[in-house]
């Protein structure tokens, strides 16, 4: 295995990734947020927060507006959305996308950052940080800065994958631990942050409501695995975990193993609902 350099979290990182690479990072963020599992559990948390009856929701690092954009298309929803992300290229796909699918005047995408945001204290009924909290250096900054937006008694949902568990089928179970531990590193930054998140959120003075976990899995054929497992031809090379060559070798492998039968990948992830007090 030919590690290059110590690799980055490319989906965290996104300043330091070129056009090319952003439309890699939006093409793979759309094709998971088409996935109905993904989708679910999305608004599986959503519905605790009681998103329909609130006017103004906040969605932090929202990349091309997946969760941005399936809040306001919810039938039940009349409220607005404003959608954060760090990424000004993403901010632009997500306002074109919002306006295609007939979002556009319910939803505003700006470019910020989610550390500190120049938003009023108390300004939002809810927040969202959907894929975002494992991408952070110092997860606790950005969820104080959640409470800060959010009126008392608003609620706060943050969803993640727990990618400390996230695993693809390999022969030899040695290399796969090796490769697995490399993706890990390439796609997040935090990838035990949703284990620390009781201690963060009570840290943070917020008042747990309820949790979802779930186990994503593919068993024989890759399925919601597939796009991501495409994706790494580009990512593991761009967040410098391997060379082209290698990242091809190991996407062509695991989408053999699926075309045979034998794929296996998995993750768990999780969703906290919590309220300020
Ligand atoms: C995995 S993507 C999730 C995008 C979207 N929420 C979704 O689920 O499809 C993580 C996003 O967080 C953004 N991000 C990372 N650090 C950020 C920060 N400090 N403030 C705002 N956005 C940030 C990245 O640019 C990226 O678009």
């Given at each position: 295995?030919?590690?290059?350099?110590k690799?980055?979290?490319?989906?965290g990182?996104?300043?330091?990734?070129d056009?090319?690479?952003?439309d890699a990072?939006?093409?793979r963020?759309?094709?998971r947020?088409?996935h109905?599992v993904?989708?679910?559990?999305?608004?599986?948390?959503?519905?605790?927060?009681?998103?329909?009856?609130v006017?103004?929701?906040?969605?932090?690092g929202?990349?091309t507006?997946?969760?941005?954009?399936?809040?306001a298309a919810?039938?039940g929803?009349?409220?607005?959305v404003i959608?954060?992300?760090?990424?000004?290229?993403?901010?632009?796909?997500a306002?074109?996308?919002?306006a295609?699918?007939?979002?556009?005047?319910?939803t505003?995408?700006?470019?910020?950052?989610a550390?500190?945001l120049?938003?009023?204290?108390?300004?939002?009924d809810?927040?969202?940080?959907?894929?975002?909290?494992?991408?952070?250096a110092?997860?606790?900054?950005?969820?104080?800065?959640?409470?800060?937006?959010?009126r008392?008694?608003g609620?706060?949902?943050?969803f993640d994958?727990?990618?400390a568990?996230?695993?693809?089928?390999?022969p030899d179970?040695h290399q796969?631990?090796?490769?697995d531990?490399?993706i890990i590193?390439?796609?997040?930054?935090?990838?035990?942050v949703?284990?620390?998140?009781?201690?963060?959120?009570?840290?943070?003075?917020?008042?747990?409501?309820?949790?979802y976990?779930?186990v994503?899995c593919d068993?024989g054929?890759?399925?919601?695995w597939?796009?991501?497992?495409e994706?790494m031809r580009?990512?593991?090379?761009?967040?410098?975990?391997m060379?082209?060559e290698?990242?091809?070798?190991?996407?062509d492998?695991r989408?053999?193993?699926?075309?045979?039968g034998?794929f296996f990948?998995?993750?768990?992830?999780?969703?906290?609902?919590v309220?300020?007090?």
């Amino acid at each position: 295995m030919a590690t290059i350099e110590k690799p980055f979290d490319a989906y965290g990182d996104t300043q330091a990734l070129d056009k090319v690479m952003l439309d890699a990072v939006a093409t793979r963020l759309e094709s998971r947020g088409r996935h109905p599992v993904f989708r679910r559990m999305l608004h599986e948390y959503l519905d605790t927060m009681q998103i329909d009856g609130v006017q103004s929701v906040l969605d932090l690092g929202c990349g091309t507006g997946f969760a941005a954009r399936q809040i306001a298309a919810r039938p039940g929803f009349t409220g607005r959305v404003i959608a954060i992300d760090i990424s000004p290229h993403l901010v632009e796909r997500a306002k074109e996308l919002a306006a295609e699918e007939g979002v556009g005047e319910r939803t505003e995408f700006q470019a910020g950052d989610a550390r500190s945001l120049e938003l009023p204290d108390d300004s939002f009924d809810a927040v969202v940080a959907h894929s975002l909290v494992s991408h952070l250096a110092d997860p606790l900054v950005v969820l104080k800065e959640m409470v800060r937006v959010v009126r008392p008694g608003g609620f706060l949902g943050i969803f993640d994958g727990d990618y400390a568990s996230c695993t693809f089928s390999h022969p030899d179970a040695h290399q796969g631990k090796s490769y697995d531990e490399l993706i890990i590193s390439s796609i997040v930054t935090q990838p035990r942050v949703m284990r620390q998140m009781p201690l963060l959120l009570t840290t943070a003075g917020l008042e747990f409501v309820t949790a979802y976990y779930y186990v994503v899995c593919d068993i024989g054929k890759a399925d919601y695995w597939a796009p991501s497992v495409e994706s790494m031809r580009r990512l593991l090379p761009a967040a410098k975990a391997m060379i082209v060559e290698e990242a091809n070798a190991w996407a062509d492998d695991r989408m053999r193993e699926s075309a045979e039968g034998v794929f296996f990948a998995s993750s768990n992830y999780y969703s906290y609902v919590v309220r300020r007090p």
